[in-house]
């Protein structure tokens, strides 16, 4: 191990400082504060290690994005070449430069001639921006300026900048900054455990997905442009939509010539199995946004990709594309990312997630959790998965604290040195493709236990 970057402090004086000058996400800033922040100082494969040597086997990739694992050499070399060769250039006006053009020649080959046309940028937040802007300029050069509207559906997860945090359906995060934005609508999310009722998954899937038709008829379809989601929701709960849904919404938007666009952030690259999760639910989006494990979080990239149908139509009749990000195919980006599918296609990890560590953990957690009293389900596929907190699991009722259940259960997991992710009552995991045998074995076994001591204090 080389030496630390930075000379070491104590804990106590690097949460202080944190929490002088932080707003983290997603949490009550004076509460942390008093708590203060776990501070991370190195990882490699699957595990993290804090201030004060304790080890964590990472069962969330960082936030879904650390696909490779820590630490990859492979990944530091590239970067560190392409920092010698070309440290910067960018995509205005008449440049490119050789590392974006040879990312985007792989992306291309593994998406298949359909797609044809990228935009890049260093976030899923702004791969969704980029796509309410190209989704309506589309429409426009087609002579349909009227589809302005974009669908998104309720507790779903497209970002966290105005657009993006728009085309989200998180109530609570409307509130800060008076959104949506006009011209952006929500239609039903396809949780059956929470909403299904007496139907069955798939009759509760249809009905979910023939919200958005009903939607589209009301809004009118000269009005819609597009509809926006991720094939299974992240951040609401790796929530899996019924058999079905999927075929259900793809029928709809062409009946209604709807765009379809996939926000593949958390599913690209390998996570179920498959290069892309749309792959995995067998439909055809055609924009589709991505980030996370183009680079496995080793430095920031997203993009929005394009079906040839949207980008040759941009390229042969849109004019001057009016919009461009400094940062847009940065080289180092490109070469890491590069650097990331190599490793991801070296090391068999997307067919490895399809074949044998996804069945295995999927296996695992359903051994662990089937007859857990606190669980009434578990989801899944390849190396993401939610167990379910449900209070009675004959009618499926829910707990009604059990955000503070999940979240005892992940703080218990910290403790144990398991990092899993508390939402919607559920408890979620993504780790890692690199994950073997014995750390899903140490992963679940750890969730078991932090299941369990939640458990003793409920029941
Ligand atoms: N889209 C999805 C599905 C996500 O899960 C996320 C982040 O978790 C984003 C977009 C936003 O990506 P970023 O945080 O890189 O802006």
């Not at 798939?202 to 919200?211: I, T």
């Not at 996804?358 to 359903?366: D, F, K, N, T, V």
């Not at 009618?395 to 040195?417: C, I, K």
């Amino acid at each position: 191990m080389n030496a630390p970057h930075f000379p070491h402090r104590a804990t106590g004086d690097y949460q202080q400082s944190d929490a002088a000058h932080h707003l983290h996400a997603f949490v009550d800033q004076k509460a942390l504060n008093s708590e203060g922040a776990r501070v991370m100082v190195r990882g490699e494969g699957v595990y993290l290690w804090d201030n004060d040597g304790n080890r964590y086997i990472d069962g969330m990739s960082g936030l879904w994005c650390t696909n490779v694992g820590y630490g990859r050499q492979e990944l530091i070399d590239a970067a560190s070449r392409q920092m010698k060769e070309l440290s910067y250039y960018n995509m205005f006006f008449h440049t490119t430069h050789p590392a974006v053009i040879e990312l985007s020649e792989r992306l291309f080959s593994l998406l298949g001639d359909r797609f044809s046309h990228v935009v890049y940028t260093n976030s899923g937040s702004e791969a969704n921006e980029v796509l309410i802007r190209t989704v309506r300029r589309y429409w426009d050069i087609m002579g349909k300026p009227g589809k302005k509207v974009l669908i998104g559906r309720i507790n779903g997860y497209h970002g966290s900048t105005v657009g993006s945090a728009s085309l989200g359906g998180m109530a609570f995060m409307h509130e800060m900054g008076d959104l949506p934005i006009p011209n952006i609508t929500h239609v039903d999310e396809p949780y059956w455990y929470a909403n299904g009722g007496d139907l069955t998954p798939e009759a509760f899937g249809k009905r979910a997905a023939l919200s958005l038709e009903r939607k589209i008829l009301e809004l009118g379809a000269d009005r819609v442009g597009a509809f926006v989601a991720e094939p299974f929701q992240g951040a609401g709960g790796m929530i899996f939509p019924p058999d079905g849904y999927w075929q259900e919404i793809q029928r709809i938007c062409r009946q209604y010539d709807v765009l379809l666009c996939a926000d593949e952030v958390i599913g690209g690259f390998g996570r179920t199995g498959e290069w892309f999760a749309h792959r995995h639910f067998g439909f055809e989006p055609d924009l589709i946004c991505i980030a996370k494990g183009l680079t496995s979080g080793y430095v920031p990239m997203g993009g929005l990709l394009m079906s040839r149908q949207v980008g040759e139509a941009l390229v042969e009749r849109g004019g001057v594309y009016a919009h461009g990000l400094t940062y847009s195919g940065h080289p180092l980006a490109a070469a890491v990312a590069l650097a990331n599918l190599d490793v991801l296609e070296k090391d068999h990890l997307v067919e490895r997630t399809k074949n044998d560590t996804g069945p295995y953990l999927q296996r695992a957690l359903r051994e662990a959790f089937a007859d857990h009293p606190l669980i009434g389900e578990i989801q899944g596929v390849g190396a993401v998965a939610a167990i379910q907190f449900a209070k009675n699991k004959a009618t499926r009722e829910r707990f009604s604290d059990e955000a503070e259940l999940t979240w005892h259960s992940r703080t218990v997991g910290f403790e144990l040195g398991a990092i899993v992710r508390s939402t919607n009552g559920r408890l979620i995991v993504a780790p890692p493709l690199v994950i073997d045998h014995a750390q899903i074995d140490e992963l679940v076994g750890k969730m078991r236990q932090a299941v369990d001591a939640t458990a003793k204090k409920v029941l």
